[in-house]
């Protein structure tokens, strides 16, 4: 249900929640280490700015890093930034047409319960959740980190 920019967003914000406190990372060591195009990375990274998610300084000790507590960041917040705010009521089975109460298909109760729960996943999800680096998916083994 993510598009691939929301999923290499929320990529990218889970290996800077992942830092300790106060470290920064330099933008091609999150590309690398997020498995993110830089030049893909440099423009996501622009827009989370903007929306006030992460800080980005230039020069020594410079880098990415969160603008507020991973902890009150939710998913939806990011996601909403590169999606639209929620999924398409598109029909499970009826290809272009939305979905409708009166004329359903046979997925249509379920389906509508699949696309509660997405939204309420990330709604609920803060960003300090999936940003435990015991999970496996934020290598951040060797990576060199910048600041205190």
Known sequence: MLSTTAEHALRALSVIAS???????????????AEIPA??????LLVLGHAGIIDATRGSGGGYR???????IRLSEVVEL????????????????ECQEQE??????????????????LEKTTLAQISQPSCGI?????MP???R
């Open 145 to 147: 980190q910048t600041g």
């Open 39 to 44: 030049n893909y990375l440099s423009k996501l």
């Open 19 to 33: 830092l300790e406190d106060g470290v920064s990372i330099l933008g091609k060591d999150l590309a690398r280490v």
């Open 104 to 121: 359903h298909c046979g997925a249509h109760k379920e389906w509508r319960r699949v696309r509660a729960s997405y939204v309420e996943f």
């Open 138 to 142: 934020v290598p951040l083994c060797g």
């Open 82 to 97: 590169f999606d639209r705010p929620r999924p398409e009521c598109r029909c499970f089975l009826g290809g272009d047409r």
């Open 66 to 72: 969160l603008r507020r507590k991973a902890a009150d």
